[in-house]
């Protein structure tokens, strides 16, 4: 009961916060939205299922360059569609194909995905339409944009909330527990693995395109592999079997690197990287857990 | 009450009680001047960033206050504060931290980031709070496409630049010294849009180009093109590149044994990095913008005191164009004040005389400054070409490989 | 002895965009791309007996390249010493180091809970230990380019001409390669990795010490990347950046191979630098890499362990 009222304020703080929060903060709380939606979708994914999934920079990516690309022709938010149905594509595309390999197979192939994708994109691009990198005219305004944002948060978070609620998401357990088994037992596995992955893929476009038009100019730089590993970090940090863990790894992880960015103005890596080697070593099951661990 | 929360509150006390300590400490001193950047001090930026603007904001800040601060209309002088921090080579902290430092901070100026990327995200920003913002290392054609009244760009652009190349070109033909250029460009922006620029430039020049072959950022070997070029019987290379690609370029050539009578490498020649990595690159060509020996009023001092703080040389290009956009800065302070809009308007208006030259800006581009090809000839990187700028006389062919 | 160069703009037959074939540019494709592989191998060995026999993720392999290329860079520009003597510097120094990261970092993680996220943990880690180590080279050898210049000397060969360094590079990492191979198949130690390997249960049943063996390894695997990084110094210039992509392609070769087996890792690495190489010759340069990709991507659609796993 106390988690529902709780929800609840949250919630309603979030939808005023724009029109009461200094810019910086909203901005600050834009991005930290931003990484909860990639971290919650990643987790409703990868945390049942186990397989490793580092193919979030290239979603992401996909899903802002397709934004930067069909902005000027579409009003928003319809861009921001547009750019999570072409990441869920992808998904689709690469997904047969990569979730035939387990462990750490699938987790390699996904994460070259991202060079791929900016390479692919590359060539297209210089070859065929004979320039690289689009123009973002015209944004829309920035409570606009941190609307977008939150509404695709609260997807992800809806999604993270009802799947397992469903057979697919006991599915999704049984993938994770032993695969074979599950087969054995009728499931189909490919097409639920396959299309959680896309669903997961959708929302990472979302954001990417939700994103794009903060920064005016986008070019294939965009796919960054980067933005996987600290998916997956923030996703773990939370604790990934849970819904919250992601939430609270993206919060902690958002805030405290912005506070040694702005103490530490230099040393601010160094000052991270410790900070994370000691969370794995003191908090195996992340932050989710301590709580698991005081009960 | 619980351990924690009690904690929590003797923090809470102890800095409530200190804050006031530390607003009276400052109101006895005059105010600084704050002035709000970030710089990229990790990630790919870095390299950059760190050779041509990172240093020279520090020099500059470092002169000005020996003499007291920056020198503001009406009120006398005052200490330079940065207010700055590490971007990370991240589009989405550099434009997070220019809108704290506009509606936050609200810092006096801003300065820019490194880097045409960089820029075209943050010129909005500072466009939207009205900070004008002079950048010496933002080069597109695309930044006119944003039609940003608050935002100057210093460095010449492609099409300029590369008009400059082709008159040098041309020259050399003219005299029988080369027959066959061979154009290699990098796959990224800067890299695509001096070749979309070389096209119409070589043309009009009347010069055989019997090969171009763009390659991607981040190639580890670029002989096969140097090889394809070397067969192909090209006898001037204009390489449209990078560091660290123009090194490669450069140590592949010598290695796959090609001296061409002209060998030019874009951007990163003019880095005194590169003359010392090739014992003196003696003959190599690249894209240019100052060296010491030019006429303009502190030049030499300007080289000098790099030299003294930094314990290393400016670069002979966008360097000396990022101490004179903050030059520019401090005479519009001078005779402006801090009133932003009048410092735009002084920005729009007025011929500015710098270490760099004459700087004047017609719809917040530089158009004072021509394209100038540059020579490395006894260790100093000479402006060879246009001949009215330049220090030396190009030489052509290009001496054997040290 | 003929001279290919000539002839390359006529005769022979056409392939990709205008470039002719001939002898000597398969020599050239060949020649490229084993130096080109031979570096990969090498960084990816180590990785595979991290990642095969460990299940350790660690990212920053690269970063130890990176490191190694840099000590290789000072000693050189500083004291003069012959960049291949900095190889005994950089390789035994690294295996220490290696076993110390070992004994602190990763035997704790290993033995601890949750071990069933043991993937995902070691990644957190070694992320955490990317960012330490990057930064620490920055405020070490600052974000300035660095490089020099060593045997940039042109050899000439069957008509056609290579960098004598890049040859050399390659042909120590290839030889480096081949003796650590040599040593896991003959020697006892050599055999308890590859028990460890195979049957980890069963190894540590007919007393095999799992956690020596994990340390060893560890450090070896740090070595050969160290290693790696004093050849690349050799050919490249030097950031603090430079490792992401070396772990990257480690990574690419690493599944090409087969986790955890060694010949297929050096087969693979030599077979990617041949496409890549390839690719850069026969058509344009960013073909270099969506062709390595391709490649890998069809052996994985009719392999999924890999070209050599079982």
Not at chain 1, 259 to 276: E, I, K
Not at chain 2, 372 to 399: H, R, Y
Request: glycine content about 10%; proline content about 5%; charged content about 15%.
């Amino acid at each position: 009961m106390a988690a529902k009222v709780a929800s609840a304020a949250l919630g309603a703080a979030l939808l005023v916060a724009p029109h009461l929060l200094p810019t910086y903060y909203r901005s600050l709380a834009l991005a930290i939205l931003a990484d909860v939606a990639l971290a919650v979708s990643w987790a409703f994914f990868s945390g049942p299922t186990r397989y490793l999934s580092l193919a979030t920079g290239a979603f992401f990516g996909a899903g802002a360059y397709t934004t930067a690309v069909v902005m000027a022709r579409l009003p928003w938010p319809l861009p921001v569609v547009v750019a999570a149905a072409v990441a869920a594509a992808m998904a689709l595309l690469v997904g047969t194909l990569a979730l035939r390999l387990r462990g750490p197979y699938f987790a390699i192939f996904t994460f070259g995905l991202a060079e791929l994708a900016k390479h692919t994109l590359i060539w297209y691009e210089t070859g065929v339409t004979g320039t690289v990198g689009r123009l973002l005219l015209n944004p829309p305004d920035a409570v606009t944009l941190y609307y977008t944002v939150l509404g695709v948060a609260a997807v992800a978070v809806a999604i993270a909330v009802w799947l397992p609620r469903g057979r697919w998401g006991i599915a999704l357990v049984g993938i994770g527990a032993d695969e074979e088994r599950a087969e054995t037992l009728g499931i189909d596995t490919t097409r639920i693995k396959i299309t959680v992955f896309a669903l997961s893929a959708a929302v990472m476009g979302a954001v990417g395109g939700a994103m794009a038009p903060r920064w005016t100019y986008l070019d294939p730089q965009v796919f960054n592999p980067l933005v996987s590993f600290q998916t997956v970090i923030m996703a773990l940090l939370g604790g990934a079997t849970t819904v919250i863990g992601p939430v609270l790894g993206a919060v902690f992880l958002g805030l405290l690197s912005e506070t040694l960015l702005l103490q530490f103005r230099y040393a601010y890596m160094l000052s991270l990287g410790l900070v994370l080697i000691a969370v794995v070593l003191l908090m195996p099951f992340g932050l989710a857990g301590l709580r698991r661990r005081r009960a | 009450m619980n351990v924690r929360r009690r904690q929590f509150l003797k923090a809470a006390a102890v800095s409530a009680a200190v804050v006031p300590l530390l607003r009276t400490r400052a109101r006895a001193q005059a105010k600084p001047i704050r002035i709000g950047y970030t710089m990229s001090a990790t990630g790919p930026y870095a390299v950059g960033a760190g050779i041509t603007q990172a240093p020279n904001y520090t020099l500059w800040q470092d002169q000005v206050n020996a003499q007291g601060g920056l020198a503001v209309k009406g009120e006398g002088r005052r200490m330079i504060e940065f207010v700055s921090i590490d971007d990370r080579s991240e589009i989405e902290t550099a434009v997070r931290f220019y809108e704290k430092l506009a509606t936050d901070d609200k810092v006096d100026l801003l300065l820019p980031p490194w880097g045409s990327a960089m820029n075209f995200a943050i010129a909005p920003v500072a466009g939207k709070y009205g900070y004008p913002m002079i950048g010496p290392t933002a080069i597109s054609g695309k930044f006119k496409e944003l039609a940003l009244p608050y935002f100057y760009t210093m460095l010449v652009q492609p099409a300029p630049q590369m008009q400059a190349v082709a008159a040098m070109l041309k020259d050399a033909r003219d005299q029988g010294k080369i027959k066959k250029v061979a154009v290699a460009y990098v796959n990224d922006l800067f890299g695509i849009e001096l070749n979309a620029a070389t096209g119409p430039a070589f043309r009009a020049a009347g010069l055989d180009v019997v090969d171009t072959k763009s390659y991607p950022l981040g190639a580890k070997d670029l002989s096969p093109v140097l090889k394809g070029f070397k067969d192909a019987g090209a006898d001037a290379f204009v390489g449209l590149t990078y560091p660290p690609d123009n090194i490669l370029v450069t140590s592949q050539a010598k290695e796959v044994d090609w001296n061409p009578a002209v060998f030019f490498t874009g951007v990163g020649t003019a880095f005194p990095f590169y003359r010392d990595r090739f014992k003196g690159a003696e003959g190599v060509m690249g894209i240019a913008g100052w060296n010491p020996k030019v006429k303009y009023a502190g030049a030499k001092e300007y080289f000098d005191a790099h030299v003294r703080k930094h314990q290393k040389e400016p670069d002979r290009w966008a360097s000396a164009f990022a101490y004179a956009s903050l030059q520019i800065l401090e005479r519009c302070v001078g005779e402006a004040g801090l009133d932003r809009p009048k410092i735009k308007a002084m920005l729009d208006a007025t011929e500015f005389q710098t270490v760099a030259g004459p700087i004047k800006f017609a719809k917040g581009e530089n158009v004072a400054t021509p394209g100038i090809v540059g020579q490395w000839q006894k260790n100093e990187f000479e402006l060879v070409w246009p001949k009215a700028a330049a220090t030396g006389a190009a030489v052509v062919p290009k001496p054997a490989w040290a | 002895m003929a001279q290919g160069g000539g002839d390359r703009s006529r005769g022979g037959a056409q392939a990709g965009l205008g470039v002719t074939l001939s002898p000597t540019l398969l020599l050239d494709v060949v020649i490229g791309g084993f130096t080109t592989g031979g570096i990969y191998a090498l960084v990816a060995l180590g990785l595979n007996l991290q990642y095969g026999l460990m299940r350790v993720l660690n990212v920053a392999h690269g970063e130890f390249l990176m490191l190694g290329a840099y000590v290789t860079f000072s000693l050189h520009t500083g004291w003069g010493v012959n960049p291949l003597l900095t190889l005994l510097i950089t390789g035994p120094t690294a295996f220490a180091v290696g076993l110390a990261l070992h004994r602190l970092l990763y035997a704790p993680l290993l033995a601890g809970e949750a071990a069933e996220s043991l993937e995902s943990r070691s990644l957190l880690l070694s992320f955490g230990l990317m960012f330490v180590l990057q930064n620490a080279a920055l405020l070490i050898w600052s974000a300035d380019l660095k490089g020099y210049s060593y045997l940039a000397i042109p050899l000439r060969w069957l008509g056609t001409v290579f960098p004598a360094n890049r040859v050399l590079a390659a042909a120590i990492a290839l030889a480096l390669g081949v003796a650590f191979y040599v040593y896991l198949r003959y020697s006892l130690t050599g055999k308890a990795v590859r028990a460890l390997m195979q049957e980890p249960e069963g190894a540590q049943l007919v007393g095999i010490q799992t956690s020596r063996i994990h340390g060893l390894c560890f450090g070896a695997g740090l070595a050969m990347s160290a290693v790696t990084g004093s050849l690349v110094s050799m050919l490249f210039e030097l950031t603090p950046f430079m490792g992401l992509p070396y772990t990257v392609t480690a990574l690419v070769v690493v599944i090409l191979g087969g986790l955890g087996n060694m010949v297929g890792c050096l087969m693979a690495g030599l077979l990617l630098g041949l496409v890549e190489t390839a690719g850069v010759y026969l058509a344009s340069s960013d073909i270099r890499l969506i062709s390595s990709y391709a490649v890998l991507s069809l052996i994985l659609v009719l392999k999924p362990s890999g070209l050599f796993g079982r």
